[in-house]
């Protein structure tokens, strides 16, 4: 920044001159902000209008132009305890007798409960344990050899769980839950509880233990053999019998073929493991060789001890890799300092070693060379199985096509089960312990007709029917016309289309704010905060004064509602005033809307209510008549908000140019601020010129006086 001299020479106040020269030119920067903020301000405004209007538009104008809004029908019940109803549109006027037989109900199941039972603690001690989610089911006694099976059918799908030796509780709960059933495990009552997630029979469901036949279980027995069951992890066990379970349920052409492939690509990934592990093995012995020495040493005891020392390609290895540790020795170590750095880095290159031969085995298995030689391994895998797989599961479906034996229940009773046929079973009819509640379906006689429903909701003749409890009697439904509903409707989309347009008008016909200026901080400063605010709101409520995008949607709301006229189907036309629905008295209100007659109406509440009296007397004409003048209404806001260059889809007022304006205030203002402080700096640079000047004559004045001796 340049020195700026303030008067030191000709005393002048150079900061208040320049500061008053500045005053003038910041005024037309001041200008483009205040018609920033009220052009920010006049946006807020129509963004909270729009937002109004364009609810107005779905919300009422949308929905009033249909028909179907304005036959409301209403239901009673003379048993509302029992059944209660809803009437459609569509619901034929009248009265209805009801009688509840039956209430829909889901199938539930509750086991009996289920006691400790033996296995070891983490030290292999026995001891009892509570059932839980991870508790295995062989565990609980259950066979694991995979002959017994649990077979869930609902009516969407069947779910087969093979019991192996790794199957879980948690799986159970998953087969049923995959079943599409509700099922829960409570650990702290020790039962499980299983139900339809909907109500009826068409719900219901069975759980069953399946048995499989000598043939069949030579089939399981062969599978297993051609995969190396016995050998294989728990994870790739259960990977078999899923994909076994699914062979048996599903009826899809390419079942076999999808088993084959599951069993394919999990044994693949075992060969390519142990290739993998092979081959590293082999890698970290080579390195090992190479990069370190091990010598072992007897000790006095006579025990062994084995020293290992790094190799010469082991230390140029480490070199290499930047990895060498060597403590430069200082010529005033003692030998004991000395023995002490070295063992620290025998001890540190030895662990460098050891990581750079695992992270160069690791480099080498992903090279092409490893890749083709664990590809052979898995690829030697496969060719020594053959089609075993594929024979061993082909034979297995062909032999459990025939069917799998249903079992005596005895497996599930170590759940606290039973076989299970939807059927329902009290706790103590079987010994079990076990509950079941059947699925039932609604069943009601309507006027002397029996129906059926698997839910306690019914829909009849455009009644919806709600079913809470079972009758003795039959119950009466009376369906009437709802006409003060209809009315209540119609009420509140005038008292809607009144409130937007009482927005619009103040804002169109606001007072003047001439003179008025967004105030400027110092301003706003020095008065309270009810005059700031008092202070803007004038303004605001002044910047949509006769704007003529307001004005067009005033117009075209105003001359839809008080200027068009309907022909009803019996030949006659009709307007809103002909409904009783009228403009007020008051031209200040400038087209708000009355229903005459409406008790809430201070002005028109003594006058007769006509809509009210078409409503009851000739219906089908308000419909007509309302639904016309709102389709038309719908129709011309929706043409006030088609996009343009200059506004928005869906927006009632010229958002982008709005928006164009704003950015291009903001570009005058960052002008105008390069502008102002270049014009500052350039007075500064004047006045300091002309003190220099005025302390350079001050300074020959000196001299001559001295030189004249004065």
Same mark, same amino acid.
């Given at each position: ?10 005393g ?51 929905k ?65 344990? @509570? ?26 799908k ?12 948690k ?9 599409g ?30 048995q ?51 069993? /394919? ?66 010529d005033?170590w003692?030998?004991?300092?000395i ?71 005895? /497996? ?35 006027n !002397? ?15 919806t ?15 009437t016309?709802?006409?003060? !509903? ?39 400063d ?13 303004? @605001? ?76 007397e ?51 203002i ?9 014009? /500052?700096?350039?007075?500064y ?26």
């Amino acid at each position: 920044m340049a020195i700026r001299m303030t008067g030191l020479t000709s005393g002048l106040d150079t900061e208040s001159i320049v500061a008053a020269l500045m005053e003038a030119q910041k005024a037309k920067k001041t200008k483009v902000e205040n018609n920033k903020t009220k052009l920010e301000w006049k946006k807020d405004i129509w963004t909270s209008l729009n937002k109004k209007l364009y609810s107005f538009y779905t919300d009422f104008a949308g929905k009033m132009r249909f028909q179907t809004n304005y036959m409301t029908k209403k239901a009673s019940s003379s048993n509302s305890s029992k059944v209660t109803a809803t009437a459609g549109s569509s619901a034929a006027t009248g009265s209805y007798s009801v009688k509840v037989n039956k209430l829909a109900a889901a199938q539930k199941v509750t086991s009996a409960k289920l006691g400790t039972y033996r296995t070891t603690d983490k030290d292999g001690n026995p001891i009892d344990a @509570k059932v839980t989610s991870s508790t295995k089911l062989a565990d609980l006694g259950m066979k694991a050899d995979g002959s017994s099976q649990i077979e869930i059918t609902t009516g969407k799908k069947t779910v087969s769980l093979i019991v192996n030796e790794n199957t879980t509780v948690k799986d159970f709960v998953q087969s049923l839950s995959d079943a599409g059933l509700n099922a829960t495990l409570d650990e702290k009552q020790g039962r499980f509880f299983i139900s339809s997630k909907e109500s009826g029979k068409e719900q219901s469901f069975t759980i069953m233990t399946k048995q499989l036949d000598s043939t069949q279980s030579a089939a399981f027995a062969d599978v297993k053999t051609a995969v190396d069951y016995s050998n294989l992890t728990a994870a790739q066990q259960n990977t078999v019998t899923q994909a076994l379970a699914t062979l048996q349920s599903s009826t899809a052409d390419d079942k076999v073929e999808k088993a084959v492939k599951t069993i /394919e690509d999990m044994l693949d990934n075992r060969a390519k493991t142990a290739s993998t592990k092979k081959y590293k093995e082999e890698l970290t012995e080579s390195y090992t060789n190479q990069y370190i020495n091990k010598t072992t040493i007897t000790n006095d005891d006579g025990t062994e001890t084995v020293v290992e020392t790094l190799t010469e390609d082991g230390i140029q290895a480490l070199k290499d890799a930047n990895l060498y540790q060597e403590t430069e020795i200082n010529d005033t170590w003692v030998q004991e300092d000395i023995d002490k750095a070295k063992e620290i880095d025998a001890e540190n290159n030895l662990k460098n070693a050891k990581a750079l031969i695992t992270t160069q085995v690791a480099k080498d298995l992903k090279t092409d060379e490893y890749k083709d030689l664990i590809e052979a391994d898995v690829e030697d895998a496969r060719d020594a199985r053959g089609t075993a797989v594929e024979d061993t599961l082909t034979a297995y479906v062909s032999s459990v096509e025939t069917g799998i034996t249903t079992g005596d229940g005895s /497996e599930l009773q170590k759940l606290g089960l039973g076989n299970i046929d939807g059927t329902k079973v009290t706790e103590s009819s079987t010994g079990v312990g076990m509950v079941v509640v059947e699925a039932e379906d609604s069943e009601i006689e309507l006027n !002397g007709a029996t129906l059926t429903s698997s839910s306690t909701t019914m829909e009849v003749n455009g009644l919806t029917l709600n079913l809470t409890g079972t009758t003795d009697e039959a119950v009466t439904l009376s369906v009437t016309n709802d006409t003060q !509903g209809v009315y209540d409707t119609i009420k509140e989309f005038i008292n809607q289309y009144n409130s937007i347009l009482a927005d619009m008008n103040k804002y169109y016909n606001g007072k003047s704010a001439r003179g008025y200026e967004p105030l400027t901080d110092e301003q706003k400063d020095a008065m309270s905060d009810s005059e700031v605010e008092k202070w803007e709101t004038k303004i @605001k409520d002044s910047l949509l004064r006769r704007d003529s995008t307001l004005d067009g949607l005033i117009s075209t709301m105003r001359t839809v509602m008080t200027g068009t006229t309907i022909t009803a189907s019996n030949g006659k036309t009709y307007s809103l005033a002909n409904l009783g629905i009228t403009t007020g008295k008051d031209y200040k209100e400038y087209g708000l809307l009355h229903i005459k007659g409406d008790e809430d109406d201070t002005d028109y509440a003594d006058s007769t209510n006509t809509l009210m009296d078409l409503l009851k007397e000739d219906p089908a004409v308000v419909t007509e008549v309302l639904s016309g003048i709102t389709t038309k209404l719908y129709n011309g806001l929706q043409k006030k908000m088609s996009a343009t260059s200059l506004s928005s889809a869906l927006t009632f007022y010229n958002d982008k140019e709005m928006n164009k304006q704003l950015s291009a205030y903001d570009k005058d203002i960052k002008k105008w601020e390069t502008k102002l402080a270049d014009m /500052e700096d350039r007075y500064y640079k004047q006045f300091t010129a002309m003190e220099k000047a005025l302390a350079s004559l001050q300074s020959q004045q000196s001299s001559l006086a001295g030189f004249l001796g004065m």
